[in-house]
């Protein structure tokens, strides 16, 4: 998944179960039991997506379809990866208070509220800055919502029962980017042309009624999740070592930190997770800006519509596959024989956006043949990634918490990338653009061959 686990100390990352074409009969009993996970885990986790996405990402194109550049629209979208960048700094402290579905309740009724807001705001004459501003306050709470979700199943499972849904929590994530990034751009689309009456390829003011619509949904969804989570959702425990005060919180990040720090060859692990994803990080707004920008500027003309059932669904589906590939791939031949080939499978194929955008073309097979090569390589070359992170960066003292610092740095990479990358593309053109973007798959190759592995896999 696309976010970092909570920073539970000295408590491992649950890893990831292989996939089976049957069940086994335990987690079918499981899945029926009278109080089964399964009432609570996939809404939880669907719901931690659903804001995710819509804030990180479906809200670069709504700031696009209103009339931002692309410059400012992939900015201020950025922004609101920091929360979930440094939510390992904050998880201890929501380790000391109340119960972990407490923090879960509240963060969701705040973000269904706060998502209407947004939908209200935009009716007022200065809603942008209102909105932006409720944006980054959503994204705090929403980072507080996954660091309490990861904490009711951590504690509120056994390792056998963790194991046993750990595929249906991933499946259930994965499911929030499908409804967001393409039912819900899908949704703008044909609410703007065919229910407002809208031209599909005008940007501006008129893009409001249809995207108020999608964020009263949104709330409504997050709301009844709230609602739902509040009679079937379990309290949760405190981890083992929860801080019991301020200070101690304060001390299990300050030591959390320089154990961090004296792992062997930190740096070049550091390196590796900052820099892996470099080029994605470049691709990640500006692809679905490339695909609804005017031919005449370079892009493809895709309405919203397209966008969401090109980028947003045969997209991530193509990832959720290239996921299962690769995983299989790495349990197979092993993570060290296989780490380069991986960082290749996440990179090169980037190329498919560096010839859509010289030869533009109009034929929706061959758009959606290029989004898929490249998003189900990018699935099965990352999960090389995690399972490094894993494997070589986090064992340890604070196991989850390295891990997340693991994570956080490569959520650091997509938002330094992401703040810059519509400036840049402005700058440059698409064509020049997704040349950097080409060499900007040079360091991730270095990082990933000097990779160091101390750690037996």
């Not at 539970?8 to 009278?34: I, K, W, Y």
């Not at 931002?68 to 402290?93: C, E, H, V, W």
């Not at 991933?170 to 819900?184: D, E, H, Q, R, Y």
């Not at 005060?245 to 900052?274: C, H, P, Y």
Request: aromatic share 14%.
């Amino acid at each position: 998944m696309s976010t970092a686990p909570s920073a539970l100390p000295q408590e491992p990352p649950a890893a990831a179960a292989p996939s089976t074409p049957t069940p086994p009969p335990s987690l079918l009993r499981a899945m029926f039991a009278r109080n089964t996970p399964m009432l609570w885990v996939p809404s939880g986790y669907f719901a931690m997506a659903l804001t995710y996405v819509m804030l990180t990402s479906v809200t670069s194109i709504m700031f696009k379809n209103l009339g931002m550049d692309n410059g400012q629209a992939a900015q201020y979208a950025s922004y609101l990866i920091l929360a979930y960048t440094i939510k390992p700094l904050f998880a201890p402290f929501v380790e000391m208070y109340r119960t972990k579905k407490f923090f879960v309740l509240c963060a969701q009724l705040i973000v269904g509220v706060g998502f209407a807001g947004v939908a209200l705001a935009m009716s007022l004459p200065d809603y942008m800055v209102i909105m932006v501003f409720l944006f980054g306050i959503l994204s705090l709470v929403g980072a507080t919502q996954d660091i309490a979700s990861d904490g009711v199943y951590v504690t509120a499972l056994d390792g056998k029962t963790q194991s046993l849904f750990c595929g249906i929590q991933s499946l259930s994530w994965n499911i929030g980017p499908i409804v967001a990034s393409g039912g819900m751009v899908y949704l703008s689309g044909w609410l703007h042309t065919h229910y407002f009456h809208h031209q599909a390829g005008v940007f501006g003011p008129e893009w409001i009624e249809s995207w108020r619509v999608i964020f009263f949904i949104v709330a409504g969804i997050t709301i009844l999740t709230a609602l739902w989570h509040m009679r079937v959702m379990p309290d949760g425990a405190k981890a083992e070592n929860a801080p019991r005060s301020a200070a101690e919180a304060a001390f299990i990040l300050k030591d959390s930190f320089v154990t961090f720090f004296q792992k062997r060859d930190v740096w070049l692990m550091v390196g590796f997770a900052f820099v892996f994803r470099l080029s994605i990080g470049l691709l990640e707004k500006i692809g679905p800006f490339f695909m609804v920008d005017p031919v005449a500027q370079g892009g493809l003309g895709l309405s919203n519509e397209m966008l969401g059932l090109i980028y947003g669904t045969y997209g991530l589906i193509a990832v959720l596959v290239g996921s299962l590939l690769g995983g299989i791939f790495v349990a197979r031949r092993g993570l060290q024989n296989t780490l380069f080939i991986l960082c290749c499978a996440v990179n090169i194929p980037n190329v498919t956006f560096l010839l859509m955008s010289i030869y533009q073309p109009d034929n929706l097979m061959i758009i959606s043949a290029g989004v898929a090569v490249e998003k189900f390589f990018y699935g099965f070359g990352s999960v090389g990634f995690m399972i490094y992170l894993m494997q070589q960066l986090a064992p340890g003292k604070y196991t989850t918490t390295h891990y997340a610092f693991g994570t956080g740095l490569m959520g650091l990479c997509m938002m330094v990338t992401g703040v810059v990358s519509g400036h840049l593309q402005q700058m440059l053109g698409y064509v020049h653009y997704f040349w950097l973007v080409m060499a900007a798959t040079i360091p991730s190759f270095l990082v990933t061959w000097f990779a160091p592995f101390h750690n037996k896999e």
